[in-house]
């Protein structure tokens, strides 16, 4: 399904029935990531896949900002007036997942997020290294997003008062320093890093994710 948000074309797919939940992807992703999980969620759970502006089936764009796309999210939630949706968000989805909960602290009943960072310093060097070369072969917009972003800070972080799980793998991308700061800063939190995991081996069209979503929801869902 698609819809007009913030002059953007977003498209979404619609799961299940039960109480909200709302999944994005990360970058260079689409929702298709998640058929996996959305196949055990909407078991119990009503639940949204939105493609990311220029992402997949959603409208091209020709620069990209977190910030955007976190209002996106907000946007999405009221168009459809869903009322307290749970969120997780995956890598570039769990960025747009803070930010969205830290500017609009009441937007969301749980969130969730694997695989994010609060800075482009996060992600561990030898990635940000492939990246720039890869930018600076490619100019690729969505290359330069993580290279050049987020910005949150602990103060951001602070202002997240709902229940959070925060996630990554032991062998991730990102910094676990970053994770760890993370969860210590959102003042409801529960930490997880999973022994063996990557940025992605537990969460793209995989099983692994769903237990750990399901616990979590299943306590702080509306």
């Known amino acids: ?3 007009q948000l913030n002059g953007q074309v977003i498209y979404y797919e619609k799961s299940g029935e039960g109480s909200p939940v709302i999944l994005v992807h990360g970058n260079g992703e689409t929702h298709r990531i998640f058929d996996v ?8 759970h009503t639940v949204y896949a939105m493609d990311s502006r220029g992402h997949g089936q959603s409208a091209a ?15 999405f939630v ?3 007036d869903l009322v307290k949706p749970a969120f997780y968000g995956f890598s570039d989805g769990g960025i747009i997942g803070l930010l969205a909960a830290s500017k609009h602290p009441t ?3 749980a969130l969730a997020i694997s695989g994010a960072n609060l800075t482009p310093s996060g992600v ?4 940000r290294i492939k990246d720039r070369l890869h930018y600076f072969k490619s100019k690729d917009p969505l290359l330069h997003l993580m290279l050049t ?5 602990k103060s951001d972080l602070a202002k997240i008062t709902i229940p959070a799980l925060v996630l990554a793998g032991e062998k991730d991308m990102i910094k676990l ?3 760890r700061q993370i969860a210590k800063y959102i003042p409801d939190s529960t930490l997880k890093i999973l022994p063996g995991e990557n940025h992605f081996s537990y969460v793209i069209k995989s099983p692994k994710l769903f237990p750990l979503l399901d616990d979590f929801f299943s306590k702080h869902c509306y």
Request: no cysteine; aromatic share 14%.
């Open 1 to 3: 399904m698609y819809m």
């Open 37 to 44: 999980l959305i196949a055990e969620l909407s078991k119990k």
């Open 61 to 75: 764009v020709t620069e990209f900002h977190y910030s955007d796309m976190a209002d996106d999210v907000f946007e």
């Open 78 to 80: 009221h168009a459809l």
């Open 107 to 109: 937007l969301f009943s």
């Open 124 to 127: 561990k060097l030898p990635f």
């Open 149 to 153: 972003e987020p910005h949150i800070s």
């Open 177 to 179: 320093s970053q994770t």
